[in-house]
Every structure is written in structure tokens, then in C-alpha cells.
């Protein structure tokens, strides 16, 4: 874990307060257009998924921190304070508001802040083993993330690489669930039909069921009679002729 800026390494010869001031001095100096404009940059809907990024506050923030700069920057963006941009402001308000509640529920937070922990640690691992690299090959140990600016870009960069896998995750589970609900409700909507036309087939089965009995009926006595018709004009003798005589 690391108390400094988000990003930044931390050692005992780090003078994190320092770091957190000069943070802190930069985001001063950003107006309501630069805020809006740093919001909807091409790419935010990646950018945004880190909260801690969208409100540009240390990671390990304390909750009154957190609500400190919530204040600050959803006042800066607000819609009101922005009338001749109220569009693209109400999107930038937006944002903050999602990132700020996000990070008021323990869970989410405590995921937002794992992921920018293992952003650190993936970093911190990768530099250590180009090192041991460069020992084993005697070359210079010397790296660009050796400078803090450096390794906590090279940080933020991991960060947002894991913040954004992690949403393609979300957004492919979300699609398969959104399938199998379609599916199962395509099943049910089926077997509800199903069910529909048997009964309207059984009810219509025992609504004709006298018509059918009165057809049998009476198809049976015209085959009757017809059958004894047949028979008496089978045993009718043949007509004799009478005999000429001369």
C-alpha cells in the first residue's frame, strides 16, 4: 500500500506532503472550462472509470477529503455556474457525482482502490525485473522510472489499462446476462403461447363435442338406411316374363 498522490512512489525519503501540495496547487489553477474540458477529453469514458482520477484526489483520501473536493469541483462544473455551457457542463457534473458517490460506498471504494494498487505493484514489479535484467546483461541500472514524474505516469498509464479491462469485463458479462434473459424470456414467452393454443384446442374439442356426436349419429342412421336399401333391392325377385305362345 502507499500513502503518496496517486501514482507516486513512496519511501521514507519521499516527502509525500510536499508532492500532495504541489497536486493540489495545479488543480487549483484549472478553471471551470479546463475542468469540463478535462472531463469530456476524447477518451474520458475510459478515463472517468477511475474516480479517484475524475476528482483528482489522493487514493488514500480521508472521507472528509473526499467530500472537501467533491465540493469544490461539482461547484466549478455545475450547470448553474456554466449557463453558456450548460450541456457539456451538466456531463462533467455528472461525472463527478458518480465518481464522488462511488467512492462514498465501502465496497466500491475499497475496489477502486485495489485496482490502483495493483497498478503500483505491476509497475513496481516490471521496473525490479528490468533491473535485474539490465545487473545480469552489466548494463547501467539507470531507468526512466527512476524520476517520480516518470513512474507515476508510467503508474497512472497501468492504472487506467486495469480500470478499462475491467469495464470491457463488465460490459461482456452484462451483454451475456442481457442474452440469457432474452432467451429465457423467449422460452417463456413460447410455452405460454404453447399452453394458450392447447387450451383454446381442448375448449373448442369440448365445444364441438355434441356437433360431432349428433354428425356421428346421424352419419350412422343414413348409412343404416341406405344399407337396408340396398339389401331389400337386392332380395327383390326379378320380374318373369310371360311366355308367347303361337
Excluded at 460490459?171 to 399452453?195: L, P
Aim: glycine letters at 2%.
Amino acid at each position: 500500500r502507499f500513502s503518496g498522490p496517486v501514482g507516486s512512489p513512496c519511501s521514507a525519503s519521499c516527502s509525500c506532503p510536499s508532492l500532495v501540495k504541489q497536486i493540489e496547487k495545479r488543480d487549483s489553477v484549472l478553471t471551470s472550462k479546463q475542468q469540463i474540458d478535462r472531463l469530456l477529453r476524447p477518451g474520458a469514458s475510459y478515463f472517468n472509470l477511475n474516480p479517484f482520477e475524475v476528482l483528482q484526489i489522493d487514493a488514500e483520501a480521508t472521507d472528509d477529503e473526499l467530500k472537501k473536493r467533491f465540493r469544490a469541483l461539482s461547484i466549478l462544473v455545475h450547470p448553474d455556474k456554466n449557463q453558456d455551457d450548460q450541456i457539456r457542463s451538466q456531463k462533467a457534473f455528472e461525472a463527478v457525482d458518480k465518481a464522488y458517490k462511488l467512492l462514498l460506498e465501502p465496497d466500491q471504494r475499497k475496489r477502486a482502490l485495489d485496482v490502483v494498487h495493483a497498478g503500483q505493484e505491476y509497475v513496481e514489479h516490471n521496473v525490479k525485473e528490468k533491473k535485474k535484467q539490465l545487473k545480469k546483461d552489466g548494463k547501467p541500472l539507470d531507468m526512466e522510472e527512476d524520476d517520480p514524474e516518470m513512474f507515476k505516469q508510467a503508474v497512472y498509464k497501468q492504472t487506467m489499462k486495469l480500470f478499462a479491462e475491467l469495464e470491457i469485463k463488465r460490459k461482456e458479462r452484462e451483454a451475456k446476462d442481457m442474452h440469457e434473459r432474452k432467451r429465457a424470456r423467449e422460452e417463456e414467452i413460447e410455452t405460454a403461447e404453447k399452453a394458450k393454443r392447447e387450451r383454446e384446442w381442448q375448449k373448442n374439442f369440448e365445444e364441438t363435442r355434441d356437433g360431432r356426436v349428433d354428425s356421428w349419429r346421424t352419419f350412422q342412421a343414413k348409412g343404416k338406411k341406405s344399407k337396408e336399401k340396398k339389401n331389400r333391392s337386392f332380395l327383390k325377385p326379378p320380374k318373369v316374363k310371360m311366355e308367347q305362345r303361337e
